[in-house]
């Protein structure tokens, strides 16, 4: 406060209209970041009471009905949370589970019957998710309501942990945080996995337990549970914005229900894998809370007490911090470039008045962040993410785009490096305004003489520490290739192998290095492996699971401690098989990601990403096993709506023997040679090009049947081309 009273009444320039009003801006951005931190320290300084009421103690348990909402997602990261939910450990016969299908696809109503599950759909799709799940809430007639997106995984523990804090009949929804058992492109592109918490956590966790003091939990759209009853008095999950979480949740706290916290981590899910992605999900967040300020203004809604407005306006001006982070980065540069003054002080002043605010700002957010969080990445979360944001912001705010519900895109993978250019465009021109700055100082130092060191020596200082968040920005937005479609969980525990032929059973025992649901990696001494290295590996047996049956996919060279590494791929796994491995790796394995930071110093984290980003990622080093074949064969390229009708006429085209009757159905079908072949793909011989990502239907009955596949190389000698090939699911 003594900062902000001495930069009021001494610094603010008067040399100048444009001077004052840049000056103007400056103070006025300080002082709302200044309440922002008032309110930031409210929150952290004492979290809510851990509160926990056991099952047990309730005389009846009581129907429970969980909705897992889906619109356009993938089927393996959606058949992932059915089996979730199915290891939920809660009576059967008092829990309902329902596919809310949004995107009406006969292949979800299929899953949802094979896991003998639930499935909605309905005809109008108004209102997307806030509508899907009003919804089910005419089709459900459960006591509780559980709402999940279709990439949370619940923990076996969520209704235990949950359903009996509603002991309470003035309890409407609990919430739970929403944790990400992948990286996030933070974590991910800066190579910080081990030293980084996802972005979200700090105030999934902590943020959220500051809010349960004053009862303004934020619904977050997904791992929370409900009372049917609270709902219906409010006419279900409001509509009308984007967020339609926050929304619901700020409308049952005026209508003086109690929302409820628990920090644990009782569900898990995907976070955006892409820098692209990321910031397409923010800018839905920032607009969808400003739309609810406009439609619900907090300060004005009837019902809320002060410090409920208090935090949910604190929340909405959140979303606007992309202009003020600007107008940091502006100021010092627009200084040294134009000579317009933000601020009129000296060394002296600034180090009576300025350092101490920044070392006690400094020393409590360490205090009170306890390890969770760092100044250093707090400033590079605000600055990598400030111009997309404000542009988001101001565009709302002043233009109203209409904006519709978008699913951010989850479960992907990519096999190439890719610079998000256009989103890091602004960093780019501010990192050359500061070295234009730099260099019209340099000049003026240097040659002219002419360089007021009182005024220039803390812009300078100012604008280094910009460039440090500016150039960091720019690594987050190199996105590395994701090869896993399926995330890996680190495993570390003991396993065998079995394998077979006609002779004899025999098996390993191996160590389980990590595991996804599609497969896992297995190590395993060298000299024991070369005794049964000539049997087919038929399956992996792990104590809590069983025994999955499994194919060898590529061998690895030897580690520097001699021993051999595989990578297996799990085959026709049962829906009870696939759940069992499902509650091995989020219940069993230690799944959590760290939560604290280690080692994420601006400098370190630029090395450690220089230095990695040019190595050969490990997934390219492994050896496929591959067959060494000669087959004759054809492929047929055609439009992509065409082609699963083309492969089925294939089928019937092609006998063992070869073609029974003419291939009508493309004229363009044409011979190849196969030359070696594995699980993932082969590598056809052709005396044509094809095009780069192409998608084909190869044929080369009876070996290969017709498969769908997607043409990633090709090299030409001579006059013929060599041409890999990836088979598609």
């Not at 990445?377 to 404000?390: F, N, V």
């Not at 690594?475 to 079995?498: H, L, S, Y």
Request: aromatic share 14%; with cysteine.
């Amino acid at each position: 406060m003594i900062y902000l009273i001495w930069r009021a009444f001494f610094t603010l320039p008067s040399i100048g209209s444009i001077s004052f009003a840049a000056g103007m801006v400056l103070w006025i951005t300080e002082f709302i970041g200044f309440l922002q931190l008032c309110v930031f320290y409210i929150l952290v300084w004492k979290p809510a009471r851990k509160k926990e009421v056991p099952l047990k103690s309730l005389e009846k348990l009581p129907m429970v009905d969980v909705l897992i909402v889906t619109y356009n997602e993938p089927l393996d990261v959606l058949r992932r949370t059915i089996a979730g939910c199915l290891n939920l450990d809660y009576p059967k016969e008092r829990l309902n589970i329902y596919i809310c299908d949004d995107g009406s696809r006969e292949t979800v109503e299929k899953l949802a019957g094979q896991f003998h599950v639930h499935y909605l759909k309905r005809e109008d799709h108004s209102f997307a998710k806030a509508g899907n799940l009003n919804h089910a809430l005419q089709h459900t007639s459960g006591e509780f309501i559980v709402t999940l997106d279709a990439d949370m995984v619940p923990l076996a523990p969520f209704l235990q942990r949950t359903i009996g804090l509603f002991s309470d009949p003035e309890v409407a929804f609990v919430q739970t945080p929403q944790a990400f058992y992948n990286d996030d492109p933070y974590q991910f592109n800066t190579f910080s996995t081990d030293h980084l918490p996802n972005e979200q956590d700090f105030f999934m966790r902590t943020l959220q337990a500051g809010k349960a003091r004053f009862n303004a939990v934020m619904f977050v759209g997904s791992n929370a549970v409900f009372r049917r009853s609270a709902l219906e008095a409010i006419g279900g999950f409001a509509t009308g914005v984007i967020t339609e979480d926050m929304a619901t949740g700020m409308i049952l706290q005026a209508k003086k229900f109690r929302t409820l916290f628990v920090g644990d981590v009782l569900a898990m899910g995907l976070a955006p894998e892409s820098w692209g992605d990321m910031l397409k999900q923010r800018d839905r967040w920032c607009r969808g809370n400003i739309q609810c300020a406009r439609k619900w203004n907090p300060l004005t809604l009837s019902g809320l007490s002060f410090m409920q407005r208090l935090l949910y306006i604190d929340g909405i001006v959140y979303w606007f911090f992309g202009i003020f982070k600007l107008v940091y980065i502006l100021a010092p540069l627009i200084y040294m470039l134009f000579g317009v003054y933000f601020l009129k002080t000296d060394l002296y002043s600034l180090a009576c008045f300025w350092l101490p605010s920044f070392l006690g700002s400094y020393l409590t957010f360490r205090l009170v962040s306890r390890g969770q969080r760092s100044m250093t990445w707090s400033h590079i979360y605000d600055t990598s993410m400030a111009p997309s944001l404000a542009f988001s912001a101001l565009s709302e705010l002043f233009f109203r785009k209409k904006l519709n519900f978008k699913v951010t895109p989850k479960g992907q993978n990519s096999e190439k490096r890719h610079f998000h250019l256009s989103t890091v465009m602004p960093h780019l021109f501010c990192l050359i305004m500061t070295a234009a700055a730099f260099t019209k100082i340099g000049i003026d130092y240097f040659f002219f003489h002419n360089l007021r060191v009182n005024e220039v020596s803390f812009n300078l200082f100012w604008a280094f520490y910009n460039m440090i968040g500016l150039a960091l920005s720019l690594t987050v937005a190199v996105n590395r290739p994701r090869f896993r479609r399926g995330e890996r969980f680190r495993v570390n525990r003991p396993g065998r192998i079995e394998f077979t032929d006609e002779q004899r059973n025999a098996s390993l025992p191996v160590t389980i290095v990590d595991m996804s649901d599609s497969g896992a990696r297995l190590s395993f001494a060298s000299d024991h492996f070369h005794e049964y290295e000539q049997f087919a590996i038929r399956s992996l047996a792990i104590d809590p699971i069983g025994t999955l049956p499994c194919r060898l996919v590529w061998l690895s060279h030897k580690s520097q401690d001699g021993d051999e590494s595989v990578g297996i791929q799990f085959e026709e796994l049962s829906d009870r098989q696939y759940s069992r491995v499902i509650h091995y790796l989020f219940n069993i394995v230690q799944s959590q990601r760290p939560f604290l930071e280690d080692k994420t110093g601006s400098v370190r984290t630029l090395a450690r990403f220089l230095r990695k980003s040019f190595k050969v990622p490990q997934a390219l080093k492994r050896q496929n096993l591959r067959r060494s074949v000669h087959l004759d064969g054809y492929i047929f390229r055609i439009p992509e709506t065409k082609i699963s009708r083309a492969a089925m006429e294939a089928a019937v085209a092609f006998s063992d023997d070869g073609p029974r009757r003419p291939f009508t159905i493309d004229p363009e079908q044409k011979p190849v040679v196969i030359k070696d072949i594995s699980v993932s793909g082969c590598q056809i011989l052709t005396t044509f090009p094809l095009n780069l990502n192409e998608t084909i239907v190869l044929n080369a009955k009876p070996d290969l049947g017709p498969v769908k596949a997607e043409v990633r190389w090709q090299k030409k000698k001579f006059r013929h081309y060599f041409i890999g090939i990836k088979f598609l699911s």
